[in-house]
């Protein structure tokens, strides 16, 4: 209290009331300070109690005197005489408060000519502001200030009161620009500091204003006002319906429109002497968003104003003239015109009578001969969709598949003659996917007369376009250009992938009555048949028999920037070799771009035949990623690719395999720091789960769990590196970091849209956006750890070479590591030199298209899931049409693209090739 007393004492300048003022103030905030915050005490004492006494005691002095001195003294030296003097415990309070209350509300006192320059600078934006207030009068006093010291603040609002101290609410009332200081809205904040809004005098509130309900109900500091101020100019007032016409008659008629009961209705008011009409729910204040001037029910009376000025003009001009109107009443005609009126009439209800009887007796006759009887739910259902059919229409895009669907109902319903109708492609498309899904369903649903449909013979003319045969074709280029559009799309659309893949199917022979031929035997080209017959004749003395298909080796094109997924060639084959399929692949390449795509690269699996054919072109080297492609027109190499997924299955098989014993940096990768994972995380009583994907399956792995990609990509992922770290030890350490490279290496691989990276909140599944991704260094460090973890298990000594190889993951795993991390790396930075290229999805060198066409095989042949040869190659034909309408199985082990059967929006309306019909041979008779 002392203290205080001597920190007052201390300027001499200052008069005996302000002393007692201030030195009363603090002794109250140093009383209170043991129950309350000493900063929020003091700074409302200082708020309230001097202004009191002041005002009571001597409020010349202490606006001359006290103000003066305390800010002549400078601030730091009370706060210095405060620290040097007040307790250790009290300094930083007692300063926070000097600081923040005491020149805050004596720079507010002072008038403004009495202050420097630099000091009514400081003033408009004083820490007041957000202040709390407690009375009416504080809030006036404060904003006073604010807006005589800035007055840009909000230069259309002006105090209607001048006076605090006799007034006890506050008016603040908005002066329109331009228009002689009319008043147009004000604000009143009554001593409780309540906010009421009027406009013209007139109360509104959140009922008819829903401005209303977004401004604060209580008013809490200035800048509180402040804002509602602000907010209340970027409105607009609802100028209403102020039409001289719609005036004029509403003065003429406003006795019966003032009477009528319709809510509607709405009164006559003078704005500043512009006489106006207002719905009487008028909203009078918009949103500045809002793009009319008028509110809704303004809008709405307009147009019944607009209706009844009509009538009434109508009215007055037929009482004018009543003899010269068909539509007088009969009262004003004579009983000749009568007579004439009423004989037009019968005449003309006696033509309508007939038509419709006529009218009736022909449907009657037609629903006989072809009428299709309905049970009285089918009858419910046809008259519902008839009744919303056009409104159902009008609110689909044109160039939806619903929208296409029911135009071409509408129009195959009206044709007399079915041969007429002429089929969208997306119809053409959807059709073919369901008779590939059950010919005798299609059939069955065809023939129920609920829809129409386009026979099975319009269907096979688009089907048999191109003759199912094995090998290349002419035709089926054209399709892939037709496919891609070649000649308009620009450079970076004819970047393109090929996938290899090869699928078991059933071993038959089938007789083909159309061609004679026996189908089911090997083919794999001209070339490779005679050289496998020439080696047998070599090594058999008995001349060699026809092979059986056992498989079929696929060839697909996928655009790297488009939709592109094309079945392009198939080669039915047994006991397949790498070499027999190096002159397929290099003929597959050049006719592709012959066709004038760009083949970057293959994407192929770990079997040992795909490693055999990437071998051949390099023999004398270890890793071989990448050839030159003598077929680009300009020097191109091609790049060799693994598909990930598989090596993301064969990096988990490695794992849990119990003949390897993975090893690196002196501590073993095991797959018992899974497996105790998983139990304790199971156990009971563990509470939430650190891996809740990760079940049974995962660690008990079976002949089929072993193929799925989706087990092994939630094994080695992010959030089970993270949880053995937390709870395998020091020894699991080499595990979690495995499983961590393992994680990123495969997001990296796996980019399939442009959202998942965010959405997922990781940075290596986000788009490649540049030549110079930081994830193509990280894949040059992941690609030197494998080097690293080869050396480290060559200087481990005792143990054999064969020992050494279980350490490690098997060699075709890491050899398609390395493979596509080189691979990849030339990919990106060559891409994103090719004009128009701004991003990239890397999941567009997988097989998920390929594995998504062989489960479209398996799925048309139902039952028994392995097609023979004829029958794989007739599907091939469909799927080739409705690619853009099949989805892969549901259980399948890829992922579904889920795209739209509308997704190319350029391409649905252009007509599909169709087989042309053999016109009949017209006799000659001699």
Not at 279 to 294: A, E, F, V
Request: net charge positive; hydrophobic share 35%; proline share 4%.
């Amino acid at each position: 209290m002392e203290s205080v007393h001597q920190l007052i004492t201390t300027q001499q300048t200052l008069q005996s009331a302000a002393q007692h003022t201030l030195q009363s103030a603090a002794q109250h905030t140093l009383q209170s300070a043991a129950q309350h915050t000493l900063q929020s005490t003091a700074q409302q004492t200082l708020l309230a109690t001097p202004q009191q006494t002041l005002q009571s005691t001597s409020q010349h002095t202490l606006q001359s005197t006290a103000q003066q001195t305390m800010l002549a003294t400078p601030q730091h030296t009370l706060l210095a005489t405060a620290q040097r003097t007040l307790p250790a415990t009290g300094q930083h309070t007692i300063q926070s408060t000097a600081q923040q209350t005491l020149p805050a509300h004596t720079l507010l006192a002072t008038p403004q000519q009495t202050l420097p320059a630099s000091t009514q600078q400081a003033a408009i934006s004083v820490p007041f502001i957000d202040d709390q207030v407690s009375s009416s009068n504080n809030l006036h006093s404060c904003l006073s200030t604010v807006l005589s010291s800035s007055p840009s603040v909000c230069p259309s609002w002006k105090i209607a009161c001048p006076d605090p101290l006799t007034i006890c609410k506050l008016e603040v009332q908005q002066i329109e620009q331009g228009s002689r200081g009319h008043v147009i809205m004000s604000l009143t904040i009554d001593t409780e500091l309540k906010l009421t809004l009027h406009y013209l005098h007139r109360q509104l509130n959140g009922v008819r204003c829903p401005i209303i309900s977004t401004l604060p109900s209580v008013i809490t500091s200035v800048a509180v006002l402040l804002q509602v101020m602000k907010t209340l100019d970027t409105t607009k007032c609802c100028v209403g319906n102020s039409d001289a016409p719609f005036v004029e008659f509403w003065q003429h008629r406003s006795s019966t429109l003032h009477g009528t009961s319709n809510p509607g209705s709405g009164h006559l008011e003078n704005k500043f002497g512009v006489m106006s009409i207002h719905h009487n729910d008028c909203q009078y204040i918009l949103p500045s968003t809002k793009h009319h001037d008028r509110c809704s029910k303004c809008c709405t009376l307009r147009n019944t104003l607009r209706s009844q000025v009509h009538r009434f003009k109508k009215t007055n001009h037929d009482a004018s003239s009543p003899a010269h109107s068909s539509h007088v009443n009969y009262r004003y005609e004579s009983l000749s015109s009568m007579s004439s009126r009423l004989s037009d009439v019968h005449k003309q209800c006696h033509a309508v009578t007939v038509r419709l009887n006529q009218l009736r007796d022909k449907i009657a006759a037609n629903t006989e001969v072809a009428g299709i009887s309905l049970d009285e739910e089918s009858h419910d259902d046809i008259k519902t969709i008839a009744s919303e059919e056009f409104k159902f229409m009008k609110d689909q895009p044109k160039d939806s598949f619903k929208y296409i669907f029911w135009q071409q109902q509408l129009e195959a319903a009206s044709k007399k003659d079915a041969r007429s109708m002429r089929w969208h492609p997306l119809m053409i498309r959807w059709c073919l996917y369901i008779r590939h899904k059950s010919s005798g369903a299609y059939e069955s649903l065809r023939k129920s007369g609920c829809l129409y449909l386009p026979s099975q013979r319009t269907l096979r003319d688009y089907t048999h376009y191109v003759e199912a045969a094995a090998g290349f074709s002419t035709e089926v280029d054209k399709m892939l250009m037709n496919a891609a559009n070649i000649d308009t799309c620009p450079v970076r659309e004819t970047c393109v992938i090929l996938l290899l893949d090869e699928m078991h199917i059933k071993e038959d022979l089938i007789f083909d009555k159309h061609t004679g031929a026996m189908i089911g035997f090997t083919d794999l080209g001209d070339f490779n048949m005679h050289l496998l017959h020439f080696e047998d004749n070599m090594l058999n003395d008995t001349p060699p028999k026809p092979q059986l298909a056992k498989s079929m080796m696929v060839f697909m094109v996928r655009g790297l920037f488009t939709r592109l997924q094309f079945p392009y060639a198939q080669f039915p084959c047994a006991n397949l070799t790498g070499d027999q399929l190096y002159d397929p692949f290099w003929e597959a390449v050049r006719r592709i771009e012959t066709c004038g795509f760009k083949v970057l690269g293959a994407t192929l699996d770990g079997n040992s035949v795909n490693r055999r054919l990437i071998k051949l072109h390099k023999p004398s080297e270890d890793l071989v990623y990448k050839v030159d492609n003598p077929y680009a027109q300009e020097k191109r190499d091609l790049l060799f690719f693994s598909d990930p997924p598989h090596i993301m299955k064969t990096i988990r098989n490695c794992w849990e395999s119990k003949s390897r014993h993975l090893w690196n940096n002196g501590k073993s990768i095991t797959w018992s720091h899974l497996t105790s994972l998983y139990h304790r995380d199971t156990a009971p009583g563990m509470g939430i789960r650190m891996v809740p994907k990760i079940k049974l399956e995962h660690i008990k792995l079976t002949s089929f769990s072993k193929m799925r990609v989706d087990l092994a990509a939630q094994v080695l992922s992010q959030s089970v590196s993270s949880a053995i770290k937390l709870t395998g030890g020091e020894e699991a350490t080499e595990t979690a970091r495995f499983v961590e490279l393992c994680d990123k290496w495969f997001d990296a691989f796996n980019v399939h849209n442009y959202t998942q990276g965010i959405r997922k909140r990781k940075e290596f599944q986000e788009p490649y956006t540049s030549g110079d991704d930081q994830r193509l260094t990280w894949m040059e460090e992941f690609y030197q750890y494998l080097e690293d973890w080869e050396k480290s298990v060559e200087k481990r000594k005792g143990f054999s070479k064969i020992e050494q190889g279980t350490m490690l993951l098997s060699n075709e795993t890491r050899l398609g590591l390395k493979m596509d991390c080189k691979s990849f790396i030339e990919l990106v930075r060559y891409i994103f030199k090719i004009p128009g290229v701004t991003s990239f999805l890397s999941q567009s060198i997988c097989q998920d298209p390929l594995e998504r066409f062989f489960g479209l095989q398996r799925q048309r042949g139902g039952v028994h899931d392995n097609p023979n040869v004829q029958e794989f190659l007739k599907n091939t034909q469909a799927l080739r049409v409705i690619n853009c309408v099949a989805r892969a199985p549901g259980r399948g082990n890829c992922r579904d693209g889920k795209q739209d059967i509308t997704a190319n929006k350029e391409n649905i309306h252009e007509p599909l090739p169709k087989r042309a019909r053999k016109s009949s041979k017209a006799t000659n008779k001699v």
